[in-house]
Each structure stands twice: as structure tokens, then as C-alpha cells.
């Protein structure tokens, strides 16, 4: 793709607000070796996924599950669906499951390892809940904090 021609579709997908677009573009870019603006293109997509009211805790919560779903369905082929945590969240709700996912568990979940090793810190459960810190205790903000600066993100909480 020419520098006016991926300039001018990285300009479409800033506005695009359907996702079967988005999927297309993303495909045709990365079927030309564009990789950045496939990623544009899937990052914006996973932006417009949720039904949630944008900025909202939950439609962070949903942008981070509809991300690694859409970035593990590309790598392997096939439809991936994160089964256990749309399970849970059905069960006790985003903020419950959220929670557990940060300091319920001794280790990094899988899907936060997934997401940093796809340079994607910023869709973490914990980089969630550091936007929002109105819904979380200290211990849970500072369990957050220490996580993400295990691997190397800079956090602005103490």
C-alpha cells in the first residue's frame, strides 16, 4: 500500500463505526503485509464491539475480552471465544470478575500475559481497573500497579 493510500484508510477507520468494515479492511491489510493498519483497524473495531456506554468500566471490560478473542481468532485461524470469563462475568458481573483476576489469582491470568505479549498493556484487567479507580479498593489498585510494572509498564499510581 502507497503512503496516500494507507494514510487515507487509516483516516476511514478513525470514523468507521461497522465492524464488518473493520474486519474487512483489517484483512485486506494484513493480506497486503500492511500490519500496522491492520492493527489500527482491529484496535478501533475492538473499540466499537461492545454495547456498553464508551468509557464506562464495562465497555472497558468488554473492549479487553473482544480484543484478545479478535487477535487470538486471527492468530490461530478460528473462532476463540474466552469461554470462562464470559461465563463468569454472567455469573457475578465484570467488577467480581475483574477483581478476582487481579488479586484472586497468585500469577498473571493467561489473558493478561496474552495481552502484553501483544503490546496491548493498555487492555489488561489491570490497566482497566487503574482507569477506574473509583470501583476499586487500594489493595486492588496497588496490586494492579505491581503487576503491570512486573513487566515493564509505567504506571502513574504510587
Request: aromatic letters at 4%.
Amino acid at each position: 500500500m502507497t503512503n496516500p493510500a494507507a494514510e487515507r484508510v487509516l483516516k476511514m477507520i478513525e470514523t468507521c463505526v461497522d465492524p464488518k468494515s473493520l474486519r474487512q479492511i483489517a484483512a485486506n491489510a494484513r493480506q497486503k503485509g500492511e500490519m500496522a493498519v491492520a492493527r489500527v483497524a482491529d484496535l478501533r473495531l475492538y473499540e466499537i464491539l461492545p454495547s456498553e456506554k464508551p468509557g464506562s468500566f464495562e465497555h472497558d471490560v468488554w473492549r479487553s475480552i473482544h480484543a484478545l478473542e479478535g487477535t487470538l481468532t486471527n492468530e490461530r485461524g478460528k473462532t476463540t471465544r474466552l469461554g470462562r470469563t464470559r461465563q463468569k462475568i454472567a455469573r457475578v458481573g465484570e467488577l467480581e470478575t475483574v477483581k478476582s483476576l487481579i488479586v484472586g489469582a497468585k500469577k498473571p491470568s493467561e489473558g493478561f500475559s496474552m495481552l502484553i505479549e501483544r503490546q496491548m498493556p493498555e487492555l489488561t484487567f489491570e490497566a482497566v481497573a487503574l482507569r477506574h479507580p473509583d470501583r476499586f479498593d487500594d489493595t486492588m489498585l496497588n496490586s494492579a500497579a505491581v503487576r503491570l510494572r512486573s513487566v515493564g509498564i509505567e504506571v502513574d499510581r504510587p
